[in-house]
């Protein structure tokens, strides 16, 4: 199994910063990477796919970058709804498996 | 608007059985793919089993191959996940998530909330 590993596990920020959030996975998954917001007692909501690809509704300030193994979700002004966890997949190949998540906490 | 409900969750003893349902609405459930997935506590998210749309292919985790399965009812809009002899490590939240029209799908777009689990003597 492809193992996703990422980083940090935590964060503290305020409101308006920059945020980036990274995930690197054992072996090349080409593009198959997509990143996943969990808030607690909510479904886990689609972020973006495809590395780079915006879910439809989803803010502008959250943006992806990578290739192969190295992959970052960037939030480019965090604000007070996206305080929650962040999970990176991949689908490349099966089974499909998840990072271990990142919290971002408010500072 | 897609929602997705579980249900059937709750306390169950090692090497029992039960069976979670997934009500599915606001899009055309018999064209996509579903995935079970599931979280144990303070652990992340894991992979279960995947059915095709018509149901003819299923796919499996192997921590659960052989103990559990998959299933659906197209004319309900439901999915099923039947658990026999579940072990404790089987204890977590399991959710219900949409795929895409293909099997192996690249993303999945909507999850449901959740149903819990817990396997106990």
């Known amino acids: 199994d492809i193992q996703m590993t990422q980083s940090p596990s935590s964060l503290s920020a305020s409101v308006g910063d920059r945020v980036t959030i990274t995930c690197r996975a054992s072996?090349?998954?080409?593009?198959?990477l997509n990143w996943y917001q969990q808030k607690p007692g909510k479904a886990p909501k689609l972020l973006i796919y495809?590395?780079?690809t915006l879910q439809s509704g989803v803010p502008s300030r959250f943006s992806g970058s990578g290739s192969g193994t190295d992959f970052t979700l960037t939030v480019s002004s965090l604000q007070p709804e996206d305080f929650a966890a962040y999970y990176c997949?991949?689908?490349?190949?099966?089974?499909?498996?998840f990072g271990g998540g990142t919290k971002v906490e408010i500072k | 608007e897609v929602q997705l409900v579980e249900s059937g969750g709750g306390l169950v003893q090692p090497g029992g059985s039960l069976r979670l349902s997934c009500s599915a609405s606001?899009?055309?459930?018999?064209?996509?793919?579903m995935h079970w997935v599931r979280q144990a506590p303070g652990q992340r998210l894991e992979y279960v089993s995947a059915?095709?749309?018509?149901?003819?292919?299923?796919d499996y985790a192997d921590s659960v191959k052989d103990r559990f399965t998959i299933s659906r009812d197209n004319s309900k809009n439901t999915l099923y996940l039947q658990m026999t002899s579940p072990r404790t490590e089987d204890t977590g939240l399991y959710f219900c998530?949409?795929?895409?029209?293909?099997?192996?799908?690249?993303?999945?777009?909507?999850w449901g909330r959740g149903a819990l689990v817990t396997v106990s003597p």
């Open positions: 998530v949409k795929g895409t029209y293909d099997f192996w799908s690249a993303y999945w777009d909507y």
């Open positions: 606001g899009f055309m459930f018999s064209s996509y793919t």
């Open positions: 059915i095709s749309s018509n149901g003819g292919t299923r």
């Open positions: 072996q090349s998954i080409r593009n198959y």
């Open positions: 495809g590395t780079s």
């Open positions: 997949q991949q689908t490349y190949s099966s089974p499909p498996t």
